[in-house]
């Protein structure tokens, strides 16, 4: 991976971050001309010391404290997992780990220390800590306010229409430095005012990702083509999962693999003036999968259980799952030498429907110290060309930059590892195109989960009837959100 060994351009953009607040373009364009002057000195300089010392154009740069005099000397994060704190230690320049093998456990950059708070997302405790911690956030002590906040598409908007996330515009980030992002991951975190509030570095399109073993075994050949004419719409998916039945394997580990791409599809949000609304396209989700499970084709496994990721390995006997590119690479168990995904044993095609699901998005929360710092970390997560085809690389996610993965994908030497080597890039740039979350609200976590819980008790036999299941379904969330009907 390639370090970005800029020191002077970085001191001096971190040093007038805050005057970019204050004064506007004028000011942004005087450090910009700056920052470029200072840059090219730097790099001459550093390839004067390559020629002595090339292990020195790997190294990070070192950030002094003059750089973020400004700012505050803690720079707290807040987050359920680990997945941001290791793009921070793998990707940003000047940050210093605590602990090379715990992203987590923090680390300096220049003299702020990082720290990260991770609040796991099970039982909505993430969210329960935001609602406690970020409202107090001004009045909280220097060490201990809250500086950046990451969030999810499902609650996004939570947060984007309160004051409790500042707009980027506020940490002098225009909208021009985000012109090569994918207008969805803008949308979901626009407050209805127009603000900008938040910032993602990944995009989150959708394939569908099969076992190459099954493929050759059952439908004679593990090529994409092939393997998306079995799967190109959903009847012919349902055939295909006959097929697969009587050669011992489940199409999907459980019903709630194909939800993503059924909810994602949808005409109308989950509430629509207060009362909810189960979209036709829901409802068709409940009746094949309620087919598939009576069959056999499938089971009614919760997400990230045990029995759901038994599938990762081959004697799950599980043919396919629907994901973007973070599940690939981070949650197939690709670092177990006995699973599928460390033999290179998926592929991926587009399957029956496009879809996106998930991604993380950078907030900036009201009442931070340090503003310089955190518009800096998301320009150079979410805006470096350089640095997001580093994450391309090393990573194999999909980065909110069209010009980084355009090139990405016509790149004939690059090749995800977990895929057999294939480049399934133009698949995912093609998704990202046409990802539309106009249907989004702030209670799609919530009913989303109540839903599949009511619809398992349905699938399993527990439930009766669907409409039983609905009556559920419609207590469950009348329970955590007593406000909505239905």
């Known amino acids: 991976m390639k370090k970005f060994k800029k020191a002077m351009a970085l001191s001096l953009a971190l040093a007038m971050g805050l005057s970019l607040v204050a004064c506007g373009d004028s000011a942004k364009e005087e450090t910009e001309a700056t920052t470029e002057a200072a840059t090219e000195a730097e790099v001459e300089e550093e390839e004067t010391e390559a020629e002595s010392d090339d292990a020195s154009a790997d190294e990070a740069v070192e950030v002094t404290e003059a750089d973020l005099s400004a700012d505050g000397k803690v720079l707290n994060i807040q987050c359920w997992n680990d997945e941001f704190a290791r793009r921070l230690r793998d990707h940003y320049p000047g940050f210093e780990a605590n602990d090379p093998e715990d992203a987590t456990a923090g680390g300096k950059i220049g003299d702020i220390e990082v720290k990260f708070t991770v609040t796991p997302s099970d039982d909505n405790a993430y969210q329960n800590n935001l609602d406690a911690v970020l409202p107090a956030n001004a009045d909280a002590a220097d060490d201990d306010k809250v500086d950046l906040f990451l969030v999810e598409a499902d609650y996004a908007l939570k947060y984007v229409n309160t004051p409790l996330a500042m707009p980027v515009s506020d940490l002098g980030i225009d909208e021009s430095e985000l012109a090569d992002q994918y207008q969805y991951t803008k949308d979901i975190v626009t407050?209805?005012?127009?603000?900008?509030?938040?910032?993602?570095?990944?995009?989150?399109?959708?394939?569908?990702?099969?076992?190459?073993?099954?493929?050759?075994?059952?439908?004679?050949?593990?090529?994409?083509?092939?393997?998306?004419?079995?799967?190109?719409?959903?009847?012919?998916?349902?055939?295909?999962?006959?097929?697969?039945?009587?050669?011992?394997?489940?199409?999907?580990?459980?019903?709630?693999?194909?939800?993503?791409?059924?909810?994602?599809?949808?005409?109308?949000?989950?509430?629509?003036?207060?009362?909810?609304?189960?979209?036709?396209?829901?409802?068709?989700?409940?009746?094949?999968?309620?087919?598939?499970?009576?069959?056999?084709?499938?089971?009614?496994?919760?997400?990230?259980?045990?029995?759901?990721?038994?599938?990762?390995?081959?004697?799950?006997?599980?043919?396919?799952?629907?994901?973007?590119?973070?599940?690939?690479?981070?949650?197939?168990?690709?670092?177990?030498?006995?699973?599928?995904?460390?033999?290179?044993?998926?592929?991926?095609?587009?399957?029956?429907?496009?879809?996106?699901?998930?991604?993380?998005?950078?907030?900036?929360?009201?009442?931070?110290?340090?503003?310089?710092?955190?518009?800096?970390?998301?320009?150079?997560?979410?805006?470096?060309?350089?640095?997001?085809?580093?994450?391309?690389?090393?990573?194999?996610?999909?980065?909110?930059?069209?010009?980084?993965?355009?090139?990405?994908?016509?790149?004939?030497?690059?090749?995800?590892?977990?895929?057999?080597?294939q480049n399934a890039l133009s698949m995912f740039c093609e998704g990202a195109d046409k990802i539309d979350k106009s249907n989004i609200c702030e209670y799609d976590q919530g009913c989303t989960e109540s839903f599949q819980a009511a619809m398992k008790d349905y699938f399993e036999g527990n439930t009766a009837t669907y409409e039983e299941a609905l009556e559920a379904f419609y207590t469950s969330v009348g329970e955590k959100y007593p406000e909505l009907t239905h």
């Not at 569908?208 to 190109?232: C, F, H, M, W």
């Not at 199409?251 to 693999?257: P, S, V």
């Not at 003036?273 to 496994?301: L, P």
């Open 191 to 421: 407050d209805a005012d127009g603000n900008l509030k938040g910032v993602s570095w990944q995009g989150c399109p959708g394939v569908l990702i099969y076992n190459r073993e099954a493929a050759k075994e059952v439908l004679g050949s593990d090529d994409p083509a092939t393997v998306q004419e079995a799967v190109k719409d959903w009847d012919t998916f349902n055939a295909t999962a006959k097929t697969l039945k009587d050669a011992g394997y489940k199409i999907t580990a459980t019903a709630n693999d194909t939800f993503r791409v059924f909810s994602d599809n949808v005409s109308s949000p989950w509430v629509v003036d207060n009362k909810i609304v189960v979209d036709d396209s829901i409802k068709k989700w409940v009746d094949m999968s309620k087919e598939q499970v009576d069959a056999g084709y499938t089971g009614t496994a919760d997400l990230w259980s045990d029995d759901w990721s038994a599938g990762f390995y081959p004697d799950g006997k599980v043919f396919c799952y629907f994901g973007p590119a973070w599940l690939i690479d981070f949650c197939m168990a690709a670092d177990d030498e006995s699973s599928i995904a460390h033999a290179g044993g998926w592929g991926a095609t587009t399957g029956p429907q496009g879809f996106s699901w998930g991604g993380t998005w950078i907030c900036a929360a009201n009442g931070t110290d340090n503003p310089a710092l955190v518009a800096d970390i998301i320009r150079k997560l979410t805006t470096d060309t350089d640095i997001m085809t580093g994450i391309v690389k090393q990573d194999n996610d999909f980065v909110n930059n069209k010009p980084a993965m355009e090139a990405m994908a016509a790149d004939s030497s690059y090749g995800d590892d977990v895929l057999g080597g």
